[in-house]
């Protein structure tokens, strides 16, 4: 597929079934090393992301940490796949596609650095 027919857009990687906030945000730091190996390099990140944290299973008795990312589909998946690979088996790992303006820094940030260049 061609960049024109996969054009950047915003998607949300989740992953599942956590019992607490604090056990779904510790797979954060291990995400973000995975994304981003140098934290101190020149922008533009390959692909923009950001988390967040939301109720998992149909009482929310669980949580889901919730990784954006502003990039095309088919990177988007490759970006699923690596995480699904760090979460573990034991973790439901799905992407779909995301509200541009719940996620608007990464609609920003991407636009920012890339007019940067």
């Known amino acids: 597929m061609s960049p024109?027919?996969?054009?950047?857009?915003?998607y949300e990687i989740r992953?599942?079934?956590?019992?607490?906030?604090e056990e779904a945000l510790a797979l954060q730091d291990p995400i973000q090393r995975l994304l981003c190996p140098d934290p101190d390099h020149a922008p533009p990140c390959e692909v923009p992301w950001s988390f967040t944290v939301a109720g998992d299973?149909?009482?929310?008795?669980?949580t889901a940490l919730v990784l954006g990312v502003y990039t095309s589909r088919g990177q988007a998946t490759r970006v699923a796949a690596?995480?699904?690979?760090?979460a573990g088996e034991g973790r439901a790992v799905?992407?779909?596609?995301?509200?541009?303006?719940?996620?608007?820094e990464l609609v920003e940030q991407y636009r920012f650095e890339r007019g940067s260049r």
């Open 4 to 10: 024109a027919e996969d054009p950047p857009r915003v």
């Open 15 to 21: 992953i599942a079934g956590h019992p607490s906030t």
């Open 57 to 62: 299973g149909p009482d929310d008795s669980s």
């Open 82 to 86: 690596q995480v699904r690979t760090l």
């Open 94 to 104: 799905a992407v779909s596609e995301g509200d541009a303006e719940e996620w608007e």
